[in-house]
């Protein structure tokens, strides 16, 4: 079975969020699953190749805008996986990752590769991911190239509005397109929307997700025609690299730990009690927090995204408690500005009790999950979301919105605790039930940490959907 992977971001050669990790580990765990697999993505100016071995394999041009564009394609092998990347050099369209009206210039540069076969392997399946592959799909039908699409939605609310012209650039005939009537009025086409129409079947990220999208709650404008594809609309929950990511290779966690006390591969592991404990002792003194093991540690991970992710029911409920903190919470992430000062006058004025930083450092991040007792993650809507499965896997007990891919991955009092309406109410009161239990039940609060710990995310069971889905499109 021969499957492209396309994508805009592959860590760790380029991350911005979930989708990089996506990226990065699921071609991994199909390809020990027996799939003959391999990535696509752009060859920006940023991308970190470290010392993998990197060769061009061959220049290619084509005629895009009216103007002929040389593309490069450059192959290297994952540093973790060992999965073939190829990478697309062009300076004009493919340096920058933010170049958002160019992801057609991506789309149309990877069907010519198809087409002219220059990478002397003809995939049966092309794996799309997000917007960026949007119109891959139709562009396959125009070309009536023999090659089945699927497309992978992690986030129904980046669709990616480009003016109409760029179908010109692209040399595609807009009747093939299907634009609405609204669409023609902004002369926008939509890059998601048409990946949807177009694929062969669509996958969400998580089962919960691939239900509330056919909703007009979370459908993002588009549940309408979601509706219309019921029975090729496909729910996969991710997983995380268990083996390696957060074990073997991580040396940021200054006293790992595990359920009981083991040696593994040379690295002592100590048992989950003292590992805590001494990391949070590590983490108050790093961030400049009180130093006490009795005060317990909260902690959010997360882009600063205004729509998605809860600051704003966090921000009410930490102004409500922050005069008198019965926890410590530890902030990381960056995004919104308005967001960020916001939270930053918390850090100003309750430096011991409340840590913000504003960054991406995910070093800092595997401390935070291994010296904190609770995550928030009070998401809006979470189309699988990967944080709350990390911190179980450190037995940092998440509290979060009973939605989306947080409802299938996380048992109400058994894993974790969640929490229905979305409303800073319902969040603390959830949070003050879990503090109380922390506080006063260690029993039954240490059997939520053992059994988030044992938790299986590896990717085996989603790889195995995955995997029959491509069956299904061959068959
Ligand atoms: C997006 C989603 C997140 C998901 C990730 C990977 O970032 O917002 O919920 O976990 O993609 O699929």
């Known amino acids: 079975m021969k499957v492209l992977f396309v994508v805009w971001e592959v860590d760790p050669f380029f991350k911005l969020g979930g989708l990089g990790d996506i990226a990065r580990s699921l071609p991994g765990a199909l390809i020990n699953s027996g799939v003959d697999i391999r990535v696509i993505t752009p060859y920006y100016k940023v991308e970190k190749m470290g010392r993998n071995k990197k060769q061009k394999i061959a220049t290619f041009s084509f005629l895009y805008a009216r103007r002929k564009q040389k593309v490069e394609i450059w192959e290297t092998l994952h540093p973790f996986t060992k999965v073939p990347c190829y990478f697309l050099k062009n300076k004009k369209y493919l340096d920058k990752a933010t170049l958002t009206e160019t992801w057609g210039f991506f789309d149309k540069a990877v069907i010519e590769i198809l087409k002219r076969n220059l990478l002397n392997w003809e995939p049966e399946i092309l794996h799309l991911n997000d917007r960026h592959c949007g119109l891959i799909p139709l562009l396959v039908k125009a070309e009536k190239l023999p090659v089945k699409t699927m497309m992978t939605i992690h986030n129904l609310a980046y669709q990616g509005k480009s003016p109409i012209s760029i179908l010109t650039d692209m040399g595609i005939d807009h009747s093939i397109v299907k634009i609405t009537k609204w669409e023609i009025k902004s002369h926008q086409v939509n890059f998601l929307m048409e990946g949807i129409i177009h694929s062969d079947i669509v996958t969400v990220v998580s089962p919960t997700y691939s239900k509330e999208i056919l909703t007009e709650e979370f459908g993002q404008g588009l549940n309408e025609i979601l509706v219309g594809m019921e029975g090729r609309i496909f729910g996969i929950l991710n997983g995380i690299d268990i083996d390696w990511r957060y074990n073997k290779l991580d040396h940021s966690v200054k006293f790992p730990y595990n359920l009981s006390e083991k040696i593994v591969d040379g690295r002592k592991y100590l048992n989950w009690k003292d ?54 919470i530890v902030i990381l992430g960056s995004g919104d500005k308005d967001w960020e000062e916001r939270y930053m006058w918390f850090s100003t004025f309750y430096p011991k009790y409340i840590s913000c930083n504003l960054k991406f450092d995910e070093s800092l991040a595997h401390q935070i999950y291994a010296g904190s007792d609770f995550i928030l993650v009070p998401s809006l809507y979470e189309p699988c979301g990967l944080i709350q499965m990390i911190a179980m896997l450190f037995g940092t ?79």
């Open 275 to 328: 590992g805590k404990k001494l990391n949070k002792h590590f983490l108050q003194k790093k961030l400049g927090l009180k130093i006490d093991e009795n005060i317990p540690v909260l902690c959010f991970i997360g882009r600063f995204d205004a729509r998605q992710k809860g600051l704003d029911i966090m921000h009410t409920m930490l102004r409500r408690n922050a005069d008198n903190m019965k926890y410590q």
């Open 397 to 475: 007990v998440p509290i979060a919105h009973d939605t989306g891919g947080l409802s299938d991955s996380i048992k109400d009092n058994f894993n974790g605790f969640l929490f229905e309406k979305y409303s800073s109410e319902a969040l603390e009161k959830t949070v003050n039930k879990a503090l109380d239990l922390w506080r006063n039940d260690k029993e039954r609060f240490n059997k939520i940490v053992e059994n988030a710990l044992i938790s299986d995310f590896t990717w085996n069971k989603s790889a195995k959907e995955y995997i029959s889905l491509y069956e299904k499109l061959l068959s």
